[in-house]
T-cell receptor, first 114, second 115 residues
Framework: TQLLEQSPQFLSIQEGENLTVYCNSS?????LQWYRQEPGEGPVLLVT?????EVKKLKRLTFQFGDARKDSSLHITAAQPGDTGLYLC??????????????FGQGTILTVHP | EAQVTQNPRYLITVTGKKLTVTCSQN?????MSWYRQDPGLGLRQIYY???????DKGDVPEGYKVSRKEKRNFPLILESPSPNQTSLYFC??????????????FGPGTRLTVT
């Protein structure tokens, strides 16, 4: 069972469209991160959200952490071909004894066509 | 240049032949971690280390060993590799507790095939 469910797993859109990727869990997370990974490379951090209800913006990307800290979303406005890649959410479960244990979602493969 | 290095980048081996994948970081990070990445499963944490001589199991530790004798190095050891360990492996380091205090810096990955 996946602790962090990411959806959709695949997303194929045209340049200029908007999209949202979701990351959901039944567990509460003390923090959640979003990474982007390109083929042949390791993931690169986009953002970390810590506070319930927090919204962070990174140019055309908007990240939100749910009020209950159980879910998060990544919204991309006016997608561009350069946004193509694998997007991963990852979090540390709150209140656990394994403070260094990081859980990843399955990932969303985004393809933006010119 | 600040980086995480892994070696080898590619490895094909046979079942049962012990192997070690090295990981080194030059950023004086306390936290290091190993992941495997398989299609449709995202990254799954194998082991992590919050400091020298401190290691803990992640979600999929079976069949793997690690050690943290010095801060910069965190090797991953497969004592008796099996075909189900064929995967893409990533090492990562972070200045603090992953997910809370700092971002993780990932190495370039090691693609392992066990026949």
């Amino acid at each position: 069972t996946q602790l962090l469910e990411q959806s959709p797993q695949f997303l194929s859109i045209q340049e200029g469209e908007n999209l949202t990727v979701y990351c959901n869990s039944s567990s509460v997370f003390s923090s959640l991160q979003w990474y982007r990974q390109e083929p042949g490379e390791g993931p690169v951090l986009l953002v970390t959200v810590v506070t319930g209800g927090e919204v962070k913006k990174l140019k055309r990307l908007t990240f939100q952490f749910g009020d209950a800290r159980k879910d998060s979303s990544l919204h991309i406005t006016a997608a561009q071909p350069g946004d193509t890649g694998l997007y991963l959410c990852a979090g540390v479960i709150a209140g656990g004894t394994s403070y260094g244990k990081l859980t990843f979602g399955q990932g969303t493969i985004l393809t933006v066509h010119p | 240049e600040a980086q995480v290095t892994q070696n080898p980048r590619y490895l094909i081996t046979v079942t049962g032949k012990k192997l070690t994948v090295t990981c080194s970081q030059n950023m004086n990070h306390e936290y290091m971690s190993w992941y495997r990445q398989d299609p449709g499963l995202g990254l799954r944490q194998i082991y992590y280390s919050m400091n020298v001589e401190v290691t803990d199991k992640g979600d999929v530790p079976e069949g793997y060993k690690v050690s943290r004798k010095e801060k910069r190095n965190f090797p991953l050891i497969l004592e008796s590799p099996s075909p189900n360990q064929t995967s893409l492996y990533f090492c990562a380091s972070s200045p603090g507790l992953a997910g809370i205090l700092g971002e993780q810096y990932f190495g370039p990955g090691t693609r392992l095939t066990v026949t």
